[in-house]
């Protein structure tokens, strides 16, 4: 059996993203077995996911650290990848192209461009676009490559929510970065307030914090979701989403998840992308998007909600 390696090391919005193309390479190679290199955090999400066969996690210790770097090179060669998909596009999995994983038949967007064609114009494109091309430039059949199902990691929550949640609920993702705090809209109190006095005899409003957004969490007057006092795991967090009535989240890896889940929702955009540039956009899962999130009023993101839940 041959082996096929996909580089994907986050965030969890890109690794989102690329479940759909995962899921292609692996129905176009069903007969290979598929390897996931990725970080620390997704290894137990990623090992449930039957798409992939196997998880590496890579520490992405610097790249001066030769000790590691020969490690990695001594767990990754004796599989003798037949070829790797480059789904990060970093300059990191670039330089594990030519001094790791050499001499193996590589995609990438490097080698999905067209004669002539410059990387900074290929990477203005739409995220899930520029996937579809580097796979079909690799000869893999996209069906998924923008649709990705996350049934998969859906479980039965309900010992967790019980303890929190006696009827149907808004879920409110109010976090961001500490490194991208352009995309964090500072008025959810007061969404919150609003909604309480709206939907309060229909809808509890829920908040479900990662590891470092708990203390924070505590400072909105609505239901923190905890597992024993811990930020949900991944694939709970994929279960509290699918069963919410309505999201309201900023530009994060929540949101992608809701955008693929194809829940009702919004999520905010500043200046900072649009959702257009990371394919974030669903049916049911809508963007609003200003110039500044700080004009962006509580009565105008109420309105569309009221469009949805009226």
Known sequence: MSNILIIKHGSLGDLIQANGAIEDIKRSNNKSNIVLLTSHQYFDLMTKCPYVDEVII?????????????RLKKILSPYNFTHVFDLQNSSRSKFYSKYILNSIKWSSTETALEPGQLKTDFDKEPVLERMEIQLKKSGIKTENVKKSNLNWAVSNIRHITKNYINKKYILIFPFCSTKLIEKKWPFYSILISQLKAKYNNKYDIVIAPGPKEIQESK???????????????INELIS????????VANDTGPAHICSHMNKPGLVLFGSHTSAHKVSIESEKFKPISVKDLSLLKTDTVMEEIKKVLN
Request: hydrophobic share 45%; proline share 3%; charged share 25%.
């Open 58 to 70: 890579d520490k992405r210790l610097p790249r001066w650290n030769l000790i590691y770097l020969f």
């Open 219 to 233: 400072s909105y007057n609505a239901q923190v979701i905890l597992n024993k006092g811990k930020a949900l795991k």
């Open 240 to 247: 509290l989403i699918k069963d919410a009535s309505f999201i």
